[in-house]
């Protein structure tokens, strides 16, 4: 389709998007969503149909050569997507402390990305696997119940999500956590607002509101 054959070009390029112009809903705008990988990786690797590349510096494609397009693709086909699906690999940077960090938030946050995400619903994390399964308490009215059925205590398990049922709008939500002794407040570090992820650092709001905010 239209705008696809440069969607590479504008991941690499700042201040350079489409999206807006394409007639079919998608999410995320100048490719940041792609470049916050360089805040853990220094060089990713991608595979996706036949191309088959590493980052170098930040914004240059060069080819991946020897055996490493093979070794991803198997990696893939372990899921079933061999020539279907796409694939990053990360080389961590040298500073874990952040990665860490940086992980230990994203961990923390798996269930809002899960709820908000119009096609992914699932994360294998070295640990254990995350799905976001939702029940309609309400379908006409917008109201469901979701959870992980992964519970954690330091993490919020299930939450009760208020959709917008108007097709223009299918992605604004609301999100309200819940115990199993009724709602709660969101984790601390958890930012309020979203437009698939987080848009802001706001947090401690209780709640998360997803919606096409201009970023």
Not at 145 to 172: C, K, L, M, Q, Y
Request: charged residues 30%.
């Amino acid at each position: 389709k239209r705008g696809y054959n440069t969607d590479l070009k504008k991941m690499l390029i700042l201040s350079s998007s489409d999206k807006s112009q394409r007639e079919e809903i998608v999410t995320g705008k100048f490719g940041l969503g792609f470049k916050t990988v360089f805040l853990v990786s220094d060089c990713p690797k991608i595979i996706s149909g036949d191309l088959a590349f590493e980052i170098v510096g930040g914004f240059y494609p060069r080819q991946m050569a020897g055996e490493e397009p093979h070794r991803l693709r198997e990696i893939l086909g372990q899921f079933g997507q061999e020539r279907d699906g796409t694939l990053i690999e990360l080389g961590l940077s040298r500073e874990t402390e952040r990665f860490n960090e940086g992980f230990g938030r994203f961990r923390r946050a798996a269930p809002c990305l899960l709820a908000f995400s119009r096609r992914i619903k699932e994360l294998q994390l070295p640990e254990r696997t995350i799905r976001w399964n939702e029940n309609p308490i309400d379908e006409i009215a917008g109201l469901f119940v979701g959870g992980t059925g992964n519970p954690d205590p330091d993490e919020f398990d299930r939450a009760v999500v208020i959709r917008d049922r108007t097709p223009e709008h299918s992605n604004r939500a609301v999100l309200l956590p819940l115990r199993p002794d009724g709602f709660c407040r969101a984790p601390k570090d958890l930012p309020a607002f979203w437009a698939t992820a987080p848009v802001s650092t706001d947090a401690g709001a209780g709640i998360a509101v997803n919606a096409d905010f201009e970023v």
